[in-house]
């Protein structure tokens, strides 16, 4: 067997094995029926319910000479390496805030669990057995409200209450070397990987929690969602979200790790959005939009731009036009519409992305200050001399220190007079 | 058989990734880069083939060097496949060069390629134009945060000559190697030259 058959014989199993495990939607139901005692249903522990947590202890601890002990030594190695990466956000208002929604939905097992923002392009959050959880800055730009990244928050946490994670990386570390597992093991942050994503992607999803696990995970997220007060009816729009971004992206070349493992159905999503219906108490329906808008708005346009360096232009424009509907500071989402119509460069996008600068300069908000030099890229493009010129001129004239400015002069000079 | 094709599968990955050779650029004299592009460099350095770019380095490549980008054509990257981070399909997803592209616009090309391999706070200065071996060409300074945490430094010069975009981009550790081996990247880069025809 050469190198190229091994490869699609081992593709190929891993398929099979993720579609072997089918959908056993009881499960939910069955979840449902014994979860509508209310906000506390299985959060003390004492019954049978499908969403009881009773696994771990608050301030659980593994017992020294357990292999849980072991995994936790491991995954320390790699919380370690986390604090100190380079794309963890370390704004302190951010992680105040992530803080505050993690306590508020774990309750007593809020001291366990640490989360941590890490700067990367795309939807993902994972859960480690020591507890410790990781957050993409994708995830936040994609989350509606405070209540949908408590949902997250939420899900990943079930996770961890019903050792779930230490399940999985008892998986991995039964597939692979200590080397190998650490890789996995950072890959979710975002963190770097010396070997081949694609490679660490099919490991990921060999060791993927069981759908089963899933479904457990979105009950105790729909539960610890209800009991803080937040509208449990918001978990199931995360999940819809995803799907329709995932089925705009033509190439799916994204790694996505998030989608690789959370598989999606649309069973799935109606059974969220049911038993929501079913659980939640009055007075849940915080949704707390504006809370996460003061923290996120003021860090979007970094977070777009890191989308935009993937120049995967379909599910870009999904998440544009699903932004510039939520309506924050339209003015620099029409500016990164016409930045995704420059940068793509097809037929006609040019006076597309003309239009959409237009759009900026007049909308509510403040367009990002170098949209004056991509209207006078654009210009420069059409054989717009003349506007290419006053604008490069508008650019110069407000950002006197940009770190291209003798690049833009050589430009005006050379389209003359 | 899970466990078999999983060790086969690692161990063909392995077998790809694994084979790195250098050889030795000796010092002094000159050298043909391949597309009509010579050097003389001042001192032995190693070079190593990274897909279809030549990458030297004194110390290894996390600590510093010298990336010669010889004439991509549309379609090409900056950063060779081998060395970038995958898409699901196993595909190259870092952003290509495209023909018509402007000075300013390679400069957005060179930061989306970094921040895809993994880059924080790239920022980039003195852009300007700047002869290229002798052809008009640019140069910009850039500094980033590696996933790591490793604060970073480097050079970039090119020119765009029929379609075909030539760089030479000199990066190392803001502590210690970017300084150490600034000047014999500036000896380097001073005595690139393109052959007649070119």
Redesign the interface.
């Known amino acids: 067997m050469n190198n190229t058959s091994a490869l699609v014989s081992c593709l190929a199993a891993v398929l099979l094995t993720a579609a072997c495990a089918a959908d056993d939607l009881g499960f939910y139901k069955k979840g449902l029926n014994q979860g509508q005692g209310g906000a506390t249903a299985g959060m003390d522990g004492g019954d049978a319910s499908a969403y009881r947590m009773a696994d771990l202890a608050p301030s659980h601890k593994p017992d020294a000479k357990s292999d849980e002990a072991g995994i936790w030594l491991q995954v320390e190695n790699v919380e370690r390496r986390v604090k100190t990466a380079g794309n963890r956000m370390r704004l302190a208002p951010l992680n105040a805030y992530i803080e505050k929604v993690t306590c508020r939905v774990t309750g007593t097992y809020c001291k366990d669990i640490r989360v941590y923002a890490m700067r990367a392009p795309g939807f993902n959050a994972a859960m480690y057995p020591n507890g410790m959880m990781h957050i993409r800055s994708g995830l936040l730009l994609r989350v509606e409200n405070e209540a949908q990244l408590a949902a997250v928050i939420a899900h990943e946490a079930g996770h961890y209450l019903r050792q779930h994670s230490l399940k999985k990386m008892r998986d991995v570390r039964e597939k692979t070397n200590s080397l190998l597992f650490f890789q996995i093991a950072l890959a979710g942050a975002g963190v770097p990987v010396v070997g081949d994503i694609a490679m660490l992607a099919t490991l990921a999803v060999l060791s993927a929690f069981s759908r089963n696990m899933e479904r457990e995970a979105d009950g105790y997220g729909l539960l610890l969602l209800n009991r803080a007060g937040y509208d449990p009816g918001e978990a199931w729009k995360v999940w819809q979200y995803l799907v329709k971004e995932k089925n705009a992206d033509k190439d799916a070349e994204t790694p996505s790790f998030f989608m690789a493992t959370h598989p999606q159905s649309k069973e799935r999503l109606d059974i969220l959005r049911d038993l929501a219906a079913k659980m939640r108490t009055p007075g849940a329906a915080d949704k707390g939009r504006e809370r996460l808008a003061k923290v996120v708005l003021p860090i979007r346009a970094g977070l777009i731009r890191d989308e935009l360096h993937l120049r995967n232009f379909g599910p870009f424009e999904f998440l544009m036009d699903e932004l510039v509907e939520r309506g924050d500071n339209l003015a620099e989402l029409y500016f990164f519409k016409g930045e995704m119509h420059r940068l793509r460069n097809k037929k006609d996008d040019g006076p597309k992305s003309l239009e959409f600068y237009a759009k900026a300069r007049k909308a509510m908000g403040t367009p990002p200050p170098e949209i004056h030099r991509s209207i006078g890229l654009v210009h420069q493009k059409l054989g717009h001399a003349k506007d290419a010129r006053a604008a490069f001129k508008a650019y110069l004239a407000g950002n006197p220190n940009a770190g291209d400015r003798a690049m833009i002069k050589y430009f005006i000079g050379k389209l003359g007079p | 058989?899970?466990?078999r094709?999983?060790g086969?599968?690692?161990a063909?990955?392995l077998?790809?990734?694994g084979c790195v050779g250098y050889t030795l650029v000796k010092g002094g004299q000159k050298l043909e880069l391949g597309q009509g592009l010579s050097v003389k460099p001042p001192r032995d350095w190693n070079r190593r083939t990274d897909g279809k770019h030549k990458v030297w380095t004194l110390d290894g490549p996390r600590l510093q060097y010298i990336l010669f980008v010889k004439g991509i054509e549309d379609g090409g990257r900056i950063f060779s496949a081998k060395a970038s981070?995958?898409?699901?399909?196993?595909?190259d997803?870092l952003?290509?060069f495209?023909k018509?592209m402007?000075?300013?616009?390679v400069?957005?090309l060179f930061?989306?390629s970094l921040?895809?391999r993994?880059a924080?706070?790239i920022?980039?200065?003195?852009?300007?134009?700047a002869e290229f071996g002798g052809k008009d060409g640019?140069r910009?300074t850039f500094t980033y945060?590696?996933?790591?945490?490793?604060n970073m430094r480097g050079i970039a010069a090119g020119a765009l000559l029929g379609d075909k975009l030539f760089m030479v981009i000199y990066n190392g550790t803001e502590e210690f190697f970017f300084d150490r081996s600034k000047g014999d990247f500036e000896k380097i880069l001073a005595s690139l030259t393109f052959g007649p025809g070119s």
């Open positions: 058989m899970m466990k094709c999983l086969m599968f690692l063909a990955n077998l790809l990734t981070r995958r898409g699901a399909s196993g595909k997803t952003p290509k495209r018509g402007n000075l300013l616009e400069g957005e930061v989306a921040a895809r993994g924080q706070k920022i980039t200065a003195g852009f300007a134009p640019f910009f945060r590696t996933m790591a945490g490793l």
